[in-house]
């Protein structure tokens, strides 16, 4: 049975499992533990720390950086003396989180590493409410040391240590409410100004019983921290998994994301689409180098594993003569292929963005099963989430236990349950345009389908072309830019005659192929300029868009040199595109398409 606040999980978990591990984090090419007896002291330590500092019941503390488990144990401490903890995007730009810490008045912000505490110190200097910066990383050097503004964590914990406030965190811990607001989560905002959305204890309370009767996990698994602590599907799986006792292991570098599983090798991790489109884009683009023989060993091993996968989700039995031949297909392939992500994982949580079926189902053929959800911050995460049988790939999955999903007229998908936002915080106007008789009103468009959701886009993305025709941009998206040599790729179409596109290639294997085809070029530009590769995209994208309605193939491109980036404003911190800033800004390109 979950706790029905947050702060309880430590002392709980420490009373049960003492000396066990915890939390994992690399530390010189060296994988380092930390007990629940120490997760428990650090805490309680560090929220003496607070509490000398002055923290009310309700106070906003900020945490700006990347994942470790400083920032997990900073977490429970802002919770266990009731206070709100509020989460920074690491990469968040100065302006971003000074416009956070204004908000929500936060006097003290736990920091990461060098960027963030340069980021840290200009907020310092113009907002009127920051007064303490405490820094994970203790080799940086401060630039307020002796000021009383900044410290360094462990000297941070050290003082809370020293501090007579055992009495009171202990008056505070018994106060604990499930009613207590736990956090805000600032929306990354693809539309103007991010909205700090209201998550209280009793939201994850209920989420995680509903967790627990649809996943099927224990305190044997291992979990590895990947995706930012900062956005709400970590954030709540995180928690979820130290509830279940599971070992939490930190992604401080998501560059080295496939080196670390295959260290650690986690039975479960977060992710997102785009993390199974960079493994998918990897293997084939070996494939195609491949010989023959080894090609077709491969598809021959692959549609086996889709065989075993069909029958195996539907409970079904495998004849003996497809049980032989899966066993010699793992040997030669299967084994090898769950090997790149370590080897041991028996699901893959996944949302935040529409994924391929091709993609999905490739996975649960090679025995690498995706239990595809859709949520979002405002419903603490998951609505919809694969089960463990006779789930639909394509489809987002069935409503966990205790969340109500109904499509209304116009397609918008709509939530109720006790998982759901009360509000945005100091925004009644905008709360109030997102709840219709108290159904949240998702901004998503979708269809319900024998109890099984479907997302087709979000509402506002759905663009209608001069001839009146809708669209679903992220539809297009997926089904063409699932291709390995596709980076990045923005639709474009609204009030457009046909529907056009903004690609940016994958440069490592696209610089292969051009080498092989003897193409010359030295740089980007020259190459993407090359008739040849622009026809290279051309059949590329026609053979991927094949099944596609004719109004929604891509009929024009233009393929760029430069990705799409979060500090150019093009994408958020989750890496969704910001289409609005991607049309204005590349509107005399988007022009010329038009105009050709």
């Avoid at 159904?439 to 319900?448: E, I, N, P, Q, S």
């Amino acid at each position: 049975m979950p706790e029905k606040h947050l702060a309880l999980m430590v002392p709980k978990q420490a009373k049960k499992y003492g000396g066990r591990t915890a939390l994992r984090y690399r530390e010189h090419c060296a994988w380092r533990d930390i007990s629940w007896r120490e997760v428990e002291d650090r805490v309680r330590s560090a929220a003496n720390g607070l509490l000398e500092m002055g923290i009310p019941e309700g106070g906003m503390v900020g945490i700006f950086a990347q994942n470790c488990p400083e920032w997990t144990i900073a977490d429970f401490a802002i919770l266990s003396v009731r206070g709100v903890s509020v989460p920074i995007y690491a990469t968040n730009t100065a302006k971003q989180a000074e416009y956070i810490v204004n908000e929500a008045e936060i006097a003290v912000l736990f920091v990461g590493g060098p960027d963030q505490y340069k980021k840290a110190v200009s907020v310092s200097a113009t907002s009127k409410f920051l007064k303490k910066i405490i820094v994970f990383d203790s080799s940086i050097p401060l630039v307020d040391p002796g000021g009383g503004r900044d410290v360094y964590f462990q000297d941070f914990l050290v003082s809370g240590r020293q501090a007579a406030q055992e009495q009171e965190l202990e008056s505070r811990l018994k106060k604990a409410d499930m009613n207590d607001l736990a956090t805000l989560i600032y929306t990354s905002g693809t539309t103007g100004e991010p909205k700090g959305v209201m998550l209280h204890h009793s939201n994850f309370y209920f989420s995680f019983q509903a967790h627990n009767k649809r996943l099927p996990v224990s305190d044997q698994d291992v979990s590895m921290c990947f995706l930012p602590l900062s956005h709400v599907f970590e954030r709540a799986w995180t928690y979820f998994a130290l509830g279940s006792g599971m070992v939490v292991n930190y992604c401080d570098d998501t560059a080295k994301i496939v080196e670390y599983l295959q260290e650690v090798q986690p039975t479960i991790m977060c992710a997102v689409p785009r993390f199974y489109e960079k493994i998918y884009g990897a293997i084939f683009e070996k494939l195609e180098k491949a010989p023959a023989s080894r090609k077709n060993l491969f598809l021959w091993a692959v549609e086996l594993g889709e065989k075993v996968y069909l029958r195996t989700k539907e409970r079904q039995s495998i004849p003996w003569d497809l049980k032989l031949k899966y066993r010699i297909a793992e040997k030669l392939v299967l084994e090898k292929l769950r090997n790149i992500v370590g080897g041991r994982i028996r699901f893959f949580p996944c949302a935040g963005a529409p994924l391929s079926r091709h993609i999905e189902e490739f996975f649960h053929s090679v025995g690498i099963p995706i239990k595809y959800g859709y949520g979002l911050t405002e419903t603490t995460a998951t609505v919809t989430c694969h089960e463990e049988y006779h789930y639909r790939p394509g489809t987002v999955g069935k409503p966990i236990y205790g969340v109500d999903v109904k499509i209304a007229p116009d397609g918008e998908i709509l939530v109720r349950g006790e998982t759901v936002t009360k509000g945005y915080y100091k925004k009644p106007e905008a709360t109030a345009e997102v709840f219709t008789d108290n159904w949240f009103r998702t901004g998503d468009a979708g269809v319900l389908e024998d109890g099984y959701l479907t997302i087709t886009d979000r509402i506002k993305d759905l663009m209608k072309t001069s001839g009146g025709k809708y669209i679903a941009p992220q539809l297009i998206e997926t089904t063409v830019g699932k291709d390995h040599f596709i980076e990045q790729i923005s639709i474009i179409g609204d009030e457009r005659k046909y529907v056009s596109a903004l690609i940016v290639p994958a440069f490592a294997p696209l610089e292969d192929y051009a080498r092989s085809r003897n193409i010359d070029f030295a740089s980007h530009e020259e190459l993407i300029g090359h008739p040849e590769i622009v026809q290279f995209y051309h059949e590329r994208i026609e053979t991927n868009q094949k099944d596609l309605a004719g109004f929604e193939k891509i009929k024009k491109f233009k393929l760029m040199a430069k990705p799409f980036t979060q500090e150019d404003g093009e994408m958020t911190p989750t890496m969704k595109l910001k289409r609005k800033v991607i049309n204005e800004k590349y509107r005399n390109i988007i022009d010329g398409i038009y105009r050709e």
